[in-house]
């Protein structure tokens, strides 16, 4: 399964493929535009609360858990590196077809990219994904305060959770 980043720039939403936790490097904004939008810091409450009403809305035939820990949602690992992230983290939005778990949606900021102990949690969450066959989709939070209504974004989930474009 596949760990995506959502990242927006001037043209629109950019997708970034990465087999480990894939994020954009520190030289990555090309103008204060892009970086003023990627530093913008709101509540992840909030973040996580408007995704989460836009996937419900959208997507009606899907389900959607907000919070959910990971110990409900995975097998205990073999990889002892990986039993404390299953033990004590948790996914911000898990999206349900037919009862299976499909995809985990983790909302994120700019301290995602700048602080190496959330990449070396997120590289975990990333993991225990990939080792259960699991979609990561990892958008930033600027993707949620305004390109929610973006026609390419709305195509890039259906694609995900249906397989469909």
């Not at 959607?64 to 039993?83: C, D, G, Q, S, Y």
């Not at 499909?102 to 990939?130: A, L, M």
């Amino acid at each position: 399964m596949a760990i995506e980043t959502i990242i927006p720039t001037k043209t629109g939403i950019c997708l970034i493929l990465g087999g480990q936790a894939s994020y954009p490097k520190q030289g990555y904004f090309k103008n204060r535009r892009d970086k003023k939008l990627m530093l913008k810091i709101q509540n992840d409450e909030a973040i996580i609360e408007k995704l989460h009403s836009y996937l419900i809305s959208e997507f009606p035939r899907l389900k959607f858990k907000v919070k959910i820990p990971l110990k409900k949602l995975f097998p205990e690992p073999k990889n002892k590196w990986l039993k404390s992230i299953r033990s004590y983290g948790h996914a911000d939005i898990a999206v349900f077809r037919h009862g299976r778990l499909i995809t985990i949606i983790e909302p994120g900021g700019f301290f995602h990219v700048s602080d190496p102990k959330q990449k070396i949690r997120d590289s975990k969450k990333d993991r225990i994904c990939r080792e259960n066959k699991v979609n990561c989709l990892r958008i930033f939070n600027n993707v949620v305060n305004g390109d929610l209504g973006n026609p390419k974004f709305r195509r890039l989930l259906k694609k995900k959770f249906y397989g469909v474009v």
